[in-house]
């Protein structure tokens, strides 16, 4: 018995392969870094790292686009772990968010 696989037709496959519609470049860029920074967080994982972490914060600067990630063990460290971010950037680059 023979399979046909020229009719065969798969969503998933299709749906992987699908592209998406690339994001418009935005005009509202900020031209100095860190005088705009974007922030989320993200969690709770289900499972914890080695160090058990189970949240992370992200600081994205919109004018270079850097990205710093913190690992969390709770998501109570948010406010502790921008004033470090806060920090950082006076003190390694000169400059205020």
């Known amino acids: 018995m023979s399979l046909d696989?020229?009719?065969f037709q798969c969503?998933?496959?299709e749906l992987a392969k699908s592209h998406c519609v690339p994001f418009l470049l935005?005009?509202?860029k900020s031209l100095v870094p860190f005088s705009l920074v974007h922030s989320d967080v993200w969690g709770p994982a289900k499972i914890a790292t080695l160090a058990w972490a189970r949240?992370?914060?992200?600081?994205i600067d919109?004018?270079?686009?850097?990205?710093?990630?913190?690992?969390?063990?709770?998501?109570?460290e948010v406010s502790s772990r921008f004033q470090q971010?806060?920090?950082?950037?006076?003190?390694q680059f000169h400059a205020r968010i």
């Not at 919109?62 to 709770?74: A, E, G, P, Q, Y």
């Not at 971010?85 to 003190?91: A, C, D, K, S």
């Open 26 to 28: 935005s005009s509202n």
């Open 11 to 13: 969503d998933t496959c």
């Open 85 to 91: 971010f806060y920090q950082m950037v006076e003190t």
């Open 62 to 76: 919109d004018c270079t686009r850097m990205t710093w990630v913190s690992l969390l063990k709770t998501k109570g």
């Open 5 to 7: 696989v020229s009719s």
């Open 55 to 59: 949240w992370f914060v992200m600081f």
